[in-house]
């Protein structure tokens, strides 16, 4: 029906608009693959696949033959991408062209999306489990997710550690970034993924560790993304409360968006994970929600007014108009 067609609709414009850009821009597209500042971006686009696909499985039942099709397509893409993204990476530090990744370059947000976008992959593998008969290949994406999540697991928090490790040790607000929210959405998708994997092991489905030393694991992650909440909030009050500084469109804005909404998603598996004491941790999970609901709709409004060419040429607070020419 209508879910139906525009899932079909949004997965052949992905396709296309990344065919176009291979095809069209080829040596630009080289040039970022061999840039370790920039490679690490292109695992957005396995993740976005992986998010869709947790989407659609809410809304769809996965039963039906178009459904069933579809599913295995799109994890196949995701898993492909990644496979071949991860290769990418691995060039960088094996065989580099170029600036070999180092302590400074590692010590970015950016180099968590690839442990972000193999958690989402463990994170849909997980939500499928219970459907493995129904959809192709879920089986494979599972056993896959469950074996690289160690490693996942270590290299969020080596990155993490880094970023933290080239701070200043007196912190400011203002040092921090609205793309530093991928630090607590890259822990939070971890979280998740914990807990959704301990939940298909308890099922039978292959596992390197057992479910409670995963949960013990997301717990810990989910303690680390909520530890980086109130940091990046009072640096986004800081930047725009204090100093009216103007909410103009970046794509790393986005960045507000997905993992407020992770961390929601990470806190009520946590909370249906614990005892009922714990049913609190949702209500934070909640508030946050509520914070990328609002964050989407400025970021939406930020790119429209950008697309369309207007732009807020008031003066900032302590600054004065220029005459006309």
Partial sequence: GTWTALAWAGLLAGSGLIARRLSKDRAVVLAEWRDPRRAPAWFLFPLAVCVASLALLRVVSPFHPAWRFLFALLAFVAASSTAFLLVVVARLFLWPRGERPDAQVLASPAWLLPSAAIQALGVLAAEGTGRGDAIPFFGALLRSAAALQLPALAATLLVHGLILRAWPLRWRAGSLRPDQWINAG???????????????????????????????????????????????????????????????????????????????????????????????????????????VLAWGMNTLALLRTAFGISDTSPRKGETASPPA
């Fill in 186 to 292: 890259a822990q939070s998708i971890t979280a998740l993924a914990c807990l959704r994997l301990a939940e298909a092991a308890e099922l039978g489905a292959p596992a390197l560790l057992s479910a409670g030393a995963l949960r013990a694991v997301g717990a810990g992650c989910w303690l680390l993304a909520a530890a980086w909440a109130p940091l990046l909030l009072a640096a986004g009050w800081a930047r725009h409360g204090r100093r009216r500084e103007p909410l103009a469109y970046e794509a790393p804005n986005w960045a507000l968006v997905f993992s407020p909404g992770v961390f929601a998603a990470a806190s009520a598996a946590l909370a249906s994970a614990l005892p009922a004491w714990a049913r609190p941790l949702a209500w934070a999970g909640n508030a946050l929600f509520g914070f990328a």
